[in-house]
């Protein structure tokens, strides 16, 4: 089992930064694969990136590449979504995520039903 908490969302302004943390409980970090998730008023849960166990391998949804990025440290038990670039629509409650990653197929890291971790979100407001 793991427990995730996340922190670091707030109220920035269009073209700004922010970096949110998840940090897990546990001894195994390192066995999962993580993913954050973004849901805003009125729409469905939806994927932003993830990464594997290791670091090795990461995704994005298309939306945001090239202006976030996903990283971790295991030695911490903390992964990262570094967010730059934030536009109005980046407002959202974004949610960390983890999955024991030997269950994990490549498709799977962009479904959220496939991870049975969650963390209870951190608000990001993005104003124009």
């Known amino acids: 089992q793991v427990q995730l908490v996340e922190s670091g969302g707030g109220l920035v302004q269009a073209g700004g930064s922010l970096r949110l943390s998840c940090a897990a409980s546990?001894?195994?970090?390192?066995?999962?694969?993580m993913g954050w998730f973004r849901q805003a008023p009125g729409k469905e849960r939806e994927f932003v990136a993830a990464i594997s166990w290791s670091g090795g391998n990461t995704y994005y949804a298309d939306s945001v590449k090239g202006r976030i990025t996903i990283s971790r440290d295991n030695a911490k038990n903390t992964v990262y979504l570094q967010m730059n670039s934030l536009k109005p629509e980046d407002t959202a409650v974004y949610y960390c995520?983890?999955?024991?990653?030997?269950?994990?197929?490549?498709?799977?890291?962009?479904?959220?039903?496939?991870?049975?971790?969650w963390g209870q979100g951190t608000q990001v407001t993005v104003s124009s």
């Open positions: 995520a983890a999955q024991i990653q030997s269950y994990f197929s490549l498709g799977y890291y962009f479904r959220p039903e496939k991870y049975g971790y």
């Open positions: 546990g001894r195994t970090f390192n066995s999962y694969a």
